[in-house]
């Protein structure tokens, strides 16, 4: 069994879309996560998973200089990941393609992890 | 692996309701004038739990979680804005410069029983007598049952913008008048529970009666109605013969709510329903809230409209309902409320018990549904009864002129077209 990194991008919610989404269709797409991310687990492939907040810091310049990012114009941020077992590539796509982050305009990115040993 | 990533179901509609319970908790908190900034709060709440829990999965006491956040939420904005401190901070009965003592006393808020006070008082104020009918409605679903504007529009056949205009003036409004959020007591109460059942059947009938296509939408307006009900049936201030008499009447009706629509979303009428169809677990629950009606002095339109529909709900078919009982009620119905559609239904129950010939005599002698397709269906099925096969025929065309409904049009076409063939047979055999 190999392991592979999945990041979900999407564009960050605007204030205007949190202000529009209504109670019920926050339950529905919490629901899908749920429902797709269940499944990994259910199949004792799932190692972790987390969510992250939106921005951050950036840091460069060895350590010197710090901003916040990533930044406000990026049309897309990583807002989770999951870290998780599958036989290949042809598997761990299989399972990405129900991520409900495909659904509004997101997208998936597939890596593998190194093992040399 | 973690345990918590099971699947976990949350509620139906958990975030719709915890937001109008969040919501009616803060609005006590802040004063009713305040109370974008409650919904501000429950947004920002239920957003915070839809991310984390989209990765996370579900906490294991879901509520406690949210009401943790809100709780924080609240304190954050205490603590920073200026306009809560010079707005709100007035409204608010209790210090916030120590923190240990705000949390505690911010706990106290969203205790089980507290909430369930704010609910009451603030559907109190959505039914405020100084607010009209249509527009308690639509603060009914936007505060308590955490609709939002798309969704209500939707709900009542109306239009965002407009929803949105009448949102607005009606909180302009509660702003501009220092509308409280105060139960009223003694006989005040009286008046004022008056006017929030009225709200709540009209909520009811609007999802029963709806012309609306949606059979979702216009089931979970029932079922927000029902809910607020029952709320009100619990709660001790509120607990009346007559509110029981209204939950009862709501559970009778809800029972049909599957047998009275076809596959397009037609109403089926009461004698062409698949009764097995019935939820007689609503039925039963009915007669138990029917049961607490009976203790009170007075008689309410509720009781007796109750009443009929639990008649209907324990009759097997449409031929053995005791329509006798059903005419008795209409009878004092019509006592408290004179209303044409009341004639409309005594006769027709008249007609069940004594005989057609009695039905036609008193549908003939009502005044004022000179255009309504029920009226004259009623005429034509009685008269048919009564073999006047011609001014049945007559009754249904009429009928037909005022009909928009397409289900109805069918309906009464078909009847028309039976009794062509009828006709026809009758003729060839002579």
């Given amino acids: 069994m190999e392991k592979f990194l999945l990041l979900f991008h999407s564009a960050p919610m605007t204030a205007q879309d949190m202000q529009a989404m209504s109670p019920e269709a926050m339950q529905a797409e919490l629901a899908k996560w749920n429902t797709w991310i269940g499944g990994i687990a259910a199949q004792g492939k799932m190692i972790s998973t987390e969510g992250l907040y939106p921005s951050g810091k950036v840091m460069s310049d060895a350590?010197?200089?710090?901003?916040?990012?990533?930044?406000?114009?990026?049309?897309?941020?990583?807002?989770?990941?999951?870290?998780?077992?599958?036989?290949?590539?042809d598997e761990v796509t299989q399972l990405a393609k129900g991520c409900p982050v495909f659904d509004n305009g997101g997208l998936v990115e597939v890596r593998q992890i190194q093992n040399y040993g | 692996m973690s345990e918590s990533l099971d699947i976990q179901q949350l509620v139906e509609h958990l975030f719709r309701h915890e937001a109008g319970k969040m919501t009616a908790v803060l609005v006590k908190l802040f004063g009713l004038p305040h109370v974008e900034f409650a919904e501000d709060i429950v947004q920002e709440t239920l957003i915070a739990a839809l991310e984390t829990w989209k990765i996370k999965g579900i906490p294991d006491n879901p509520r406690a979680w949210l009401y943790k956040v809100a709780k924080n939420?609240?304190?954050?904005?205490?603590?920073?804005?200026?306009?809560?401190?010079?707005n709100i901070a007035s409204h608010i009965a209790f210090e916030f410069d120590d923190a240990e003592k705000t949390q505690t006393q911010l706990d106290a808020f969203f205790l089980e029983t507290e909430i369930e006070d704010a609910l009451l008082r603030t559907l109190f104020a959505c039914c405020h007598p100084s607010v009209s009918p249509d527009i308690q409605l639509i603060l009914m679903l936007k505060t308590l049952c955490g609709l939002t504007i798309a969704e209500i529009a939707t709900s009542l056949l109306s239009n965002p913008d407009t929803v949105a205009k009448k949102l607005y003036r009606a909180k302009e409004k509660i702003k501009r008048d220092k509308l409280s959020l105060d139960v009223p007591i003694g006989s005040d109460l009286v008046v004022r529970l008056d006017i929030v059942l009225k709200a709540v059947?009209?909520?009811?009938?609007?999802?029963?009666?709806?012309?609306?296509?949606?059979?979702?939408?216009?089931?979970?307006?029932?079922?927000?109605?029902?809910?607020?009900?029952?709320?009100?049936?619990?709660?001790?201030?509120?607990?009346?013969?007559?509110?029981?008499?209204?939950?009862?009447?709501?559970?009778?009706?809800?029972?049909?709510?599957?047998?009275?629509?076809?596959?397009?979303?037609?109403?089926?009428?009461?004698?062409?329903?698949?009764?097995?169809?019935?939820?007689?677990?609503?039925?039963?629950?009915?007669?138990?809230?029917?049961?607490?009606?009976?203790?009170?002095?007075?008689?309410?339109?509720?009781?007796?409209?109750?009443?009929?529909?639990?008649?209907?709900?324990?009759?097997?078919?449409?031929?053995?309902?005791?329509?006798?009982?059903?005419?008795?009620?209409?009878?004092?119905?019509?006592?408290?409320q004179p209303s044409p559609i009341v004639a409309l239904n005594r006769a027709i129950a008249l007609g069940y018990t004594e005989g057609a010939v009695h039905g036609i005599a008193a549908l003939r002698t009502i005044v004022g549904l000179e255009q309504n397709p029920f009226y004259y269906s009623a005429l034509g099925d009685f008269l048919l009864k009564s073999n006047d096969n011609e001014a049945a025929e007559q009754a249904y065309e009429t009928a037909l002129t005022y009909t928009h409904q397409d289900s109805e049009k069918r309906l009464i076409t078909s009847k028309i077209k039976q009794l062509k063939h009828l006709y026809a047979t009758y003729q060839n055999s002579e």
Avoid at chain 2, 73 to 86: E, I
Avoid at chain 2, 309 to 332: D, K, M, R, V
């Fill in chain 2, 201 to 336: 059947y009209l909520l009811f009938t609007e999802g029963y009666h709806s012309t609306s296509t949606d059979r979702l939408i216009r089931r979970d307006l029932c079922d927000e109605a029902l809910r607020l009900g029952i709320l009100l049936a619990n709660h001790p201030l509120s607990n009346t013969p007559k509110t029981n008499a209204l939950v009862a009447l709501m559970y009778f009706q809800a029972a049909r709510f599957e047998a009275r629509l076809d596959h397009e979303n037609n109403v089926i009428l009461l004698e062409n329903q698949d009764r097995s169809l019935w939820n007689q677990h609503f039925i039963a629950l009915g007669y138990d809230y029917f049961k607490k009606t009976t203790v009170g002095t007075s008689v309410s339109t509720y009781h007796l409209e109750a009443g009929i529909a639990s008649y209907h709900a324990h009759a097997t078919s449409f031929e053995t309902t005791n329509w006798q009982a059903i005419y008795y009620c209409y009878n004092l119905l019509y006592a408290l």
């Fill in chain 1, 63 to 89: 350590g010197n200089i710090v901003t916040d990012g990533p930044y406000a114009e990026s049309k897309e941020v990583v807002g989770g990941f999951m870290l998780l077992h599958a036989a290949d590539f």
């Fill in chain 2, 73 to 86: 939420r609240t304190l954050d904005a205490l603590r920073r804005q200026q306009y809560f401190q010079k």
